[in-house]
C-alpha cells in the first residue's frame, strides 16, 4: 500500500464513474444511504451559526472507500498511512472517520495462504472435502451475516463505527481455528517435518495440536496474510478474487545485504573500497554487538521470507539459485488473486520481460490472459518517480484475467523519456505484434524495447533469425560460467581467507577482478577486487570444479567438457587468457556489452562471467569476441538488457 497513493486513486476513479452511472441511473437504496449521511452530517452543526456545504460525490467517495477498497502491507507503519491517507481524502465535516481497520490490514501478502486452491495442493484433496470453507456447517456459513451487517454500516455515527468494529471481532473470532490451520500449511512450506494431515480433520481443536505450535515456532518474526481469511467475502463463491488489483511491489530480493545494512550506520560506506569496508565492519562488530545483533534478526528474518518465495507457487522467482525477486513472486501472487474477468494494472521493473527468471510468468501472461497495454517509461529525471534509480525502465502493464483466441494481440508502447512524449502517445494505437511471435522472439520470451522506427521491427527480426550462441554449429560452443561467488567465496568452510582486501599484497599474489576491473578494448582498468594466493586459491577452484562436473550435471559449465581435462588442475581457466563480460551494466550506458579478453593469472568475481569453450580454439574465441564487441551486438542487447546482462539475453 505504500502511504496509499495508488488506493487514493482508485477511490477517486470509482466514485466519479459511480456518480456518473447514477446521475443517469439512480438507485433508490444508494440515494436514502447518502441523504441519511447528509442528514447526520448537516445535524452535527444544527447549533452552529454555519455549517459547511456537503457534496454528494464527497459523501459518495466515503463510501467507495469503506466498501469497495482493499489493501494488505508488510509494514504496520505503512498501513497506517494508507488509513490516514484515505481518511484525510474522504473526511466529511460532522461524521466520524470510517471503520478502516477490516479493509486496509497488515500482513506478509507472500508468505501466507493466497487461494484455496492452494491448500488443497498442499493436501493433495478436493476442495470440496474442505470443511473449513464448504458443506454443511462451515465456517463461511457461520459469518456470512456478520460480513453482510458490516458491509450495511454505513459509519454515520461514532456507535455504528464501534458496532462495526465489534462485528469485525465477531468475525475474527471465528475464523480463527481457520486461520491456525492455514499456519500450519504455511508453515510446512519451509519445514518438511510439520505434518498437515491435521489441517483437514475438522473435528479436532487445531490450536491445541503438536502441528500448530510446530508452526508458531517455525513462524516466528513473520506475519502471514492468508486472504481467504483476511477478506472471506472476496473469496467466497465460485468467481472468487478481487475485481481489480492495482499493485506496485517492491522490487528489492529477498535477501538481507550485508553491506547496506551497516551503511546505515556507517557514513559513506558505500564509496569506500573493498579493503576499507571489511576493516570498517571489523571495526563495528568490537564497538556495537547490539548492531551485531540487530544484523543477525533482520538476516534471520530475510532468510525465513526467502525461503517462503522458493517454496511458495511463484515458479522462477528464484531461479538459478540466486536470492529470490520479490517482484516476480508478487506477479505469480497478483495472477492467482484476480476474479474471472478480472483486471490489475501493475508497475513492474522491465526485468519483468526481460528477465530468465519471469520467463513462466511471461508465458502464462500471454496463453491465458490478455494484455490491454504494455508501456515502458524511462525514469530520466526521475519524472516517472522522483526518489527511484534515474536509469531504471519502469513497465506499466495492465491485463484481464481472460483467455485469449487467436486474433489476440501483444501492445507495446515506448520507452518514453518524458511526460510530454508518453502524453502524446497513448493517444495513439499501441504497436501490436501477434502473441505466437512475441512468445518466439527469445529462447525465454522475453519482450525487446524497440525504437520508434518501424525498420526497427524488421531489423530486430532480421537478427533473431540467426543461430544462439550455444548452437550446435560444429564448429565451436560456449558456455558461461562464474569463478568467484563474491558473497560466499571470502573464506573456506575451515576459515582460511581466499580473498584478501589489502591495499599492499605480497609480490607473488594475483589479482581478483570483478566486472569494473575491465572495459572494452580495456583489459585492465586498474580496479581490483582484492588479492589471492595463487596456491590456496587454485586448489580451491580445482576442487571446486570437481565439485560442480560431479553434482551439478548438465548444469554445470564444465559439463562438456571430457574427464581428463576435469582432472588435470593445469586446465583451470585462470591459467589462461578469457573471453569475460560484465553481469552490471545498463542499456542506457555508452555501451551495454562490455566485453574483454582478461590475461591469464588472474581470478574472477561473479560480476565478471566467462565464456569456457568446450569446443573451438583460439581463433574460435577471437570470432566470439569480435562479435560481442560489434555495435550491431550491442544495438541486441540493448533491446533486453536492464541492468544485468543475463546469459540467456547474450545467448
Known sequence: ?????????????????????????????????????????????????????????????????????????????????????????????????????????????????????????????EQSSLGMFAGGQSVMKEIRDDIDQLGNFADASAEQVQEARETRDEIERKLEEVRARFDILAAS???????????????????????????QKVLESTNPLHFPAAFPEVFDGDDSGFDTILGNPPWQEATMEEKEFWSRYVPGLQGMTQTQIESKKEEIRQSRPDLVSQYEQELEEQQKRSRFIKNGPYPGAASGGSAPDTYKAFGWRFLDLLSQSGHAGLVLPRSAFSGAGSEEFRRELLNNSIVTDLTFVKN????????????????????????PDENTTLPLRGPFTDSESYQEAIKKEPVRFNVK???????????????????????????????DLVSDSGDWTANPG???????????????????????????????????????WNPDTGKVYGWADPEVMSEYLYEKRKSSYRYAGSRSPFSGMSQDWIDSKDTLPCYRPRVAF???????????TIVGLVPPNIFLVDTAPYLLF??????????VLGVMSSILFDWYSRRFVETHLNYHILN
Not at 510439520?194 to 505450535?213: A, C, G
Request: charged share 25%; glycine share 6%; aromatic share 8%.
Open 1 to 125: 500500500m505504500g502511504s496509499g497513493h495508488f488506493l487514493v486513486g482508485a477511490v477517486d476513479r470509482i466514485e466519479s464513474r459511480l456518480y456518473a452511472y447514477l446521475t443517469e441511473n439512480p438507485l433508490s437504496p444508494v440515494e436514502d444511504e447518502l441523504d441519511n449521511l447528509e442528514d447526520a452530517a448537516l445535524s452535527a452543526f444544527e447549533d452552529e451559526e454555519y455549517a459547511p456545504p456537503v457534496e454528494r460525490g464527497q459523501l459518495l467517495r466515503r463510501q467507495v472507500a469503506r466498501r469497495c477498497i482493499y489493501g494488505v502491507d508488510l509494514n504496520p507503519l505503512s498501513t497506517e498511512l494508507a488509513r490516514l491517507s484515505i481518511w484525510v481524502h474522504t473526511f466529511v465535516p460532522g461524521l466520524p472517520l470510517t471503520f478502516l481497520d477490516y479493509n486496509l490490514v497488515t500482513g506478509d501478502s507472500l508468505a501466507g495462504i493466497g487461494t484455496l486452491d492452494e491448500v488443497t495442493e498442499i493436501l493433495d484433496v
Open 189 to 215: 512450506r519451509i519445514d518438511d517435518s510439520i505434518d498437515t494431515d491435521p489441517v483437514s480433520n475438522t473435528e479436532i481443536d487445531i490450536t491445541k495440536h503438536q502441528s500448530y505450535e510446530q508452526a
Open 380 to 403: 530520466k529525471a526521475g519524472w516517472v518517480f522522483d526518489n527511484m534509480e534515474h536509469r531504471y525502465t519502469i513497465a506499466l502493464l495492465s491485463y484481464t484475467n481472460q483467455s
Open 437 to 467: 511471435s512475441a512468445l518466439n522472439w527469445t529462447g525465454t520470451a522475453a519482450f525487446p524495447l524497440l525504437p520508434d522506427d518501424p525498420t526497427s521491427v524488421e531489423a530486430f527480426q532480421v537478427m533473431n533469425s540467426h543461430p
Open 482 to 520: 562464474t569463478q568467484l561467488n563474491s558473497g560466499t567465496d571470502k573464506t573456506k568452510d575451515d576459515g582460511t581467507q581466499l580473498i584478501h582486501f589489502i591495499d599492499d599484497p605480497p609480490e607473488h599474489y594475483w589479482p581478483v577482478m570483478k566486472g569494473s576491473s575491465f572495459d572494452i
Open 582 to 592: 560484465r553481469d552490471i551494466t545498463n542499456r542506457t550506458n555508452r555501451r551495454t
Open 614 to 623: 568446450s569446443e573451438g580454439d583460439e581463433v574460435d574465441e577471437s570470432y
